[in-house]
């Protein structure tokens, strides 16, 4: 009766429009008060959800992401990636693949990743000749290499809810990252060469030494942040949070100090803004924290864990069902809110079928990316259908294409599983 009225309250409020973190938050608090539990105690697991070292790598990634991003850097790795690819068939749509993957390094968002990246490139693309559709999805697709490749606020927030090493879990998405980054670079020249997209007067189809040598020099620094980031956690110099506030301090320095292309009003502006950003991630996690313990004491986490080892004794039907479980969710909720939800039910059941956690994380972390592809909550979607000016439906026949590259990706790295525990086991 009382998990009835929690979920009943839940999408009661959902259906009413109430933002998120507030249905979450509230339909928590009636389920503490019905239930007879002491207000207090709904106050200290709402809290007792943000109460982490480890939590404040999210905001502090994200305003590296922000500085960077506004303070001309993505122009930069724009430039050198166009030097690079350019001159392919598709040339513009395989650079902003790669400049969303090399901003990755640095960002650790998807939304973030393909407004920067996708603001620039975008206009561009539709100029050379290059549909809306194809544009809007290639850069949303793009977006996701964001948090699949480290530093990624979603394996952070994984990471400290499942207790497992956040510096293996960034190691372990490299290879992910680059074959999702390697597929779409080559979506983009197949569906280029099959449509004439970019073939137009002024395409230049021969490298430039000159220009690769100069857009290199114009980024070389931007590109050593992740060498500080990863390197400083392999090294053991510093842990995820710490690496965060490393890159921050490159970020401002680079964009102030050495590129002057951000004031230290602009700075203290960002900062500001990123302040907001961070709030609203940190409350879905509050709200979250106190909606996951009504559900742990329903023993909803127990039940489904019995069902599981009772009726499935496959691990790939297992992570089937988890692939399916996420994705479903994804469509409706945060990525951080179904962390919260589903990680505590999810991976003792993963663990005692015998799934290495870092494999089966990296398995989590890469589905849920899939929830920013999909409507009605998808960011990068409704982000790059605003910058290119089209409606979400009319993107869908290209962006089905690129949610199958991801799809495959998934299901490589589930049946082989050194995909994503062969570089942790070495860094260890």
């Known amino acids: 009766m009382m998990l009835g009225m929690l979920f009943g309250s839940f999408f009661i409020l959902l259906a009413l429009g109430v933002p998120i973190v507030f249905s979450m938050g509230i339909s928590a608090g009636i389920y503490y008060v019905m239930s007879g539990y002491p207000l207090m105690q709904f106050v200290q697991k709402t809290i007792g959800g943000v109460d982490s070292f480890t939590l404040l790598a999210i905001p502090f990634f994200l305003l590296a992401g922000d500085i960077m991003g506004k303070g001309g850097i993505s122009r930069r790795m724009l430039r050198f990636a166009n030097a690079l690819v350019g001159p392919l068939t598709g040339g513009l749509a395989v650079t902003g693949v790669v400049s969303s993957a090399m901003f990755g390094t640095i960002c650790g968002s998807a939304p973030a990743t393909a407004a920067s990246i996708g603001g620039i490139i975008a206009p561009e693309m539709l100029e050379k000749g290059y549909s809306k559709r194809f544009t809007g999805s290639i850069i949303a697709a793009s977006g996701l290499l964001g948090i699949i490749i480290p530093p990624s606020i979603v394996m952070v927030n994984y990471g400290a809810t499942a207790g497992i090493s956040i510096g293996s879990l960034f190691v372990g998405g490299i290879i992910p990252g680059v074959m999702a980054a390697a597929g779409l670079?080559?979506?983009?020249?197949?569906?280029?060469?099959?449509?004439?997209?970019?073939?137009?007067?002024?395409?230049?189809?021969h490298y430039d030494t000159k220009e690769i040598w100069d857009s290199f020099k114009g980024a070389i620094l931007p590109l050593t942040t992740p060498l500080f980031i990863m390197g400083s956690i392999m090294l053991g110099i510093a842990t995820a949070t710490e690496a965060a506030v490393i890159s921050v301090v490159w970020s401002a320095f680079?964009?102030?100090?050495?590129?002057?292309?951000?004031?230290?009003?602009?700075?203290?502006?960002?900062?500001?803004?990123?302040?907001?950003?961070?709030?609203?991630?940190?409350?879905?996690?509050?709200?979250?924290?106190?909606?996951?313990?009504?559900?742990?004491?329903?023993?909803?986490p127990a039940l489904m864990a019995n069902f599981f080892v009772q009726y499935v004794d496959s691990k790939f039907v297992f992570l089937l069902?988890?692939?399916?479980?996420?994705?479903?969710?994804?469509?409706?909720?945060?990525?951080?809110?179904?962390?919260?939800?589903?990680?505590?039910?999810?991976?003792?059941?993963?663990?005692?079928?015998?799934?290495?956690?870092?494999?089966?994380?990296?398995?989590?972390?890469?589905?849920l990316c899939l929830g920013g592809l999909t409507p009605p909550v998808g960011l990068c979607l409704i982000t790059t259908s605003r910058i290119v000016d089209t409606d979400i439906d009319k993107m869908f026949p290209d962006l089905l294409h690129c949610i199958l590259i991801y799809v495959a990706v998934i299901a490589l790295v589930g049946a082989i599983p050194a995909l994503s525990t062969w570089l942790p086991s070495m860094m260890a």
Do not use: W
């Open 321 to 367: 069902i988890t692939f399916v479980i996420v994705l479903v969710f994804g469509c409706f909720l945060e990525v951080i809110a179904i962390i919260v939800l589903v990680t505590p039910i999810l991976l003792p059941v993963a663990t005692a079928m015998g799934l290495d956690p870092i494999h089966f994380g990296m398995f989590m972390c890469l589905t």
């Open 185 to 205: 670079a080559l979506y983009s020249i197949f569906q280029s060469k099959k449509n004439d997209y970019g073939m137009v007067e002024g395409h230049k189809s």
């Open 254 to 300: 680079l964009t102030v100090i050495v590129y002057r292309e951000m004031s230290v009003k602009e700075l203290c502006k960002v900062t500001t803004d990123g302040v907001g950003k961070a709030g609203q991630i940190i409350g879905m996690m509050a709200s979250s924290a106190a909606f996951g313990y009504a559900l742990t004491v329903e023993k909803v």
